[in-house]
T-cell receptor, first 114, second 109 residues
Framework: ETGVTQTPRHLVMGMTNKKSLKCEQH?????MYWYKQSAKKPLELMFV???????ENNSVPSRFSPECPNSSHLFLHLHTLQPEDSALYLC?????????????FGPGTRLTVL | GQNIDQPTEMTATEGAIVQINCTYQ??????LFWYQQHAGEAPTFLSY????GLEEKGRFSSFLSRSKGYSYLLLKELQMKDSASYLC??????????FGAGTTVTVRA
């Protein structure tokens, strides 16, 4: 399945580093999402972009900065992270039309903050 | 806030049936999704219910009762490859999915 791809798959970074996560969707969808998945916890929605406009920002710390240059690409810029930010970061996309918009997920980036 | 509950773990034997329950209390309701997630992989879409009743898709079925805030995912003729985490998610707005913590199903030979 290559509908939604994410790079890198694994990332280890120090608290003073700056890195970016990349997501690309090949499904022609008009909305893209960032989620955080920590062990034994529900997926937490971080950001939503619809038609390249940010429509949801769930009280995420400013050390996470999203960017959506076009409808196919989504980035998550990371800087001065904390060890508790270590988690699986999942990207998803959907076609928002009426009441049905199934979200399709990428494989995620496993982030470890030292 | 949103409250979505599902059991943490379930174990069943190959060939058996397992039912994963999900109860929810959300500020809005615009459909309920079930996803399957194998360890280290992306969640993959299994089913969507927005009206009351049973939706069947091969070995997997999903049921919804909106008045009770309740859904279940039924897995029949279990196979070893069905060992995974199963996520219940409620769409409570235009874009937002609220997820349960997931149920880890282990299928034993």
């Amino acid at each position: 399945e290559t509908g939604v791809t994410q790079t890198p798959r694994h990332l280890v970074m120090g608290m003073t580093n700056k890195k970016s996560l990349k997501c690309e969707q090949h499904l022609g969808h008009n909305a893209m999402y960032w989620y955080k998945q920590s062990a034994k916890k529900p997926l937490e929605l971080m950001f939503v972009y619809s038609l390249e406009e940010r429509v949801e920002n769930n009280s995420v710390p400013s050390r996470f900065s999203p960017e959506c240059p076009n409808s196919s690409h989504l980035f998550l810029h990371l800087h001065t992270l904390q060890p508790e930010d270590s988690a699986l970061y999942l990207c998803a996309s959907s076609q928002v039309e009426g009441h049905t918009d199934t979200q399709y997920f990428g494989p995620g980036t496993r982030l470890t903050v030292l | 806030g949103q409250n979505i509950d599902q059991p943490t773990e379930m174990t069943a034997t190959e060939g058996a049936i397992v039912q994963i329950n999900c109860t929810y209390q959300t500020s809005g309701f615009n459909g309920l999704f079930w996803y399957q997630q194998h360890a280290g992989e992306a969640p993959t879409f299994l089913s969507y219910n927005v009206l009351d009743g049973l939706e069947e898709k091969g070995r997997f079925s999903s049921f919804l009762s909106r008045s009770k805030g309740y859904s279940y995912l039924l897995l029949k003729e279990l196979q070893m490859k069905d060992s995974a985490s199963y996520l219940c998610a409620v769409r409570d707005g235009d874009y937002k999915l609220s997820f349960g913590a997931g149920t880890t199903v282990t299928v034993r030979a």
